[in-house]
């Protein structure tokens, strides 16, 4: 039988930017173990049943299916989270927004909207930093408020909350101090869209009309309407969207708006507030 270390250094996953962390990701999902296992055992031998687990594993990662997917969890802040083929799998770059949201909001109660939730990644994140906000997270996707609401109970957040709505359109008239979405933003024709993880993902939650902008436009446009007088909106878009994504705050009627940069140096969202009535 092979060993741990003998079945690691013989993978070959040529198109992975991060082939080690694959394998190991999936070998310790095969043995039902940590990662930290596989460093502390390396010379442990592999069950026939384990090697044979992490050999179809590792052919569907060959096939370009995403980790997240074939393990069918993902890291997200300081949450690991139930992915689904129907939602996009939750990255680090997004974190910039629930690092922005805390800071904007520091302390005391409030109401936060979390559109386009997908996993719920955002809103439990919110939800696990500040107890005494309510975080509500919609989706277009019954399935995937199912499973949002799926993580929110096994982190056991009840300030979390999911349902159904197309954007907007099953909240009447509520108004939140905080709204938050990580939209899609990626243009029609993108060739982006053909490689790597983006391949297996919903083209739904990727892609918004000829130049990535359809569904931010909408959400700049109406979420005056639910937003409590002053009220942030927070926006995740394109590394070459921040200025158009600026101006269509500015001409709305936002104040103060700016867009921060992610860990690689790009423009990743963009914020503006809502002024006093």
Same mark, same amino acid.
């Given at each position: ?11 070959a ?8 962390l694959?394998a190991?990701?999936?070998?310790a ?16 031998e592999?069950?026939p ?7 179809? !594993?590792l052919?569907r990662?060959r !096939?370009?299916?995403?980790?997240a ?21 939750p990255r680090?770059?997004?974190?910039l927004l ?28 919110l939800?696990?930093?500040r ?15 199912a ?11 009840a300030?979390?909350?999911f349902?159904?709505s ?24 993108d060739h982006h ?33 639910y ?20 101006e269509l ?11 921060r940069r ?11 507030r809502?002024?006093?009535e």
């Amino acid at each position: 039988m092979a060993t741990i270390e003998s079945l690691l250094n013989s993978i070959a996953l040529p198109d992975s930017p991060t082939p080690r962390l694959d394998a190991e990701l999936l070998l310790a999902h095969a043995l039902g173990k940590p990662r930290s296992y596989l460093r502390t055992w390396a010379d442990r031998e592999v069950e026939p049943a384990a090697a044979e687990a992490f050999a179809a !594993n590792l052919a569907r990662r060959r !096939n370009g299916e995403p980790v997240a997917y074939i393990l069918g969890r993902q890291g997200f802040w300081s949450l690991d989270l139930d992915v689904a083929p129907h939602t996009l799998i939750p990255r680090p770059d997004t974190e910039l927004l629930v690092e922005t949201s805390l800071a904007l909001l520091p302390g005391g109660p409030a109401r936060v909207l979390d559109l386009g939730t997908g996993t719920g990644a955002i809103a439990l994140a919110l939800a696990s930093e500040r107890p005494a906000w309510q975080v509500t997270g919609v989706d277009r996707v019954d399935e995937a408020v199912a499973l949002a609401e799926g993580n929110r109970a096994r982190l056991g957040l009840a300030n979390a909350s999911f349902r159904a709505s197309h954007w907007f359109s099953a909240l009447a008239s509520e108004r939140y101090g905080l709204i938050v979405s990580n939209p899609p933003y990626i243009a029609s024709d993108d060739h982006h869209l053909g490689e790597g993880d983006v391949r297996f993902e919903p083209s739904s939650a990727l892609v918004s009309g000829a130049d990535g902008l359809d569904d931010i436009r909408l959400i700049i446009d109406q979420a005056p309407a639910y937003l409590a007088s002053p009220g942030w909106l927070l926006l995740e878009h394109g590394f070459d969207q921040a200025e158009s994504v600026r101006e269509l705050l500015s001409r709305r009627g936002f104040v103060e708006v700016h867009s921060r940069r992610d860990l690689a140096d790009h423009e990743r969202i963009s914020l503006g507030r809502w002024p006093h009535e």
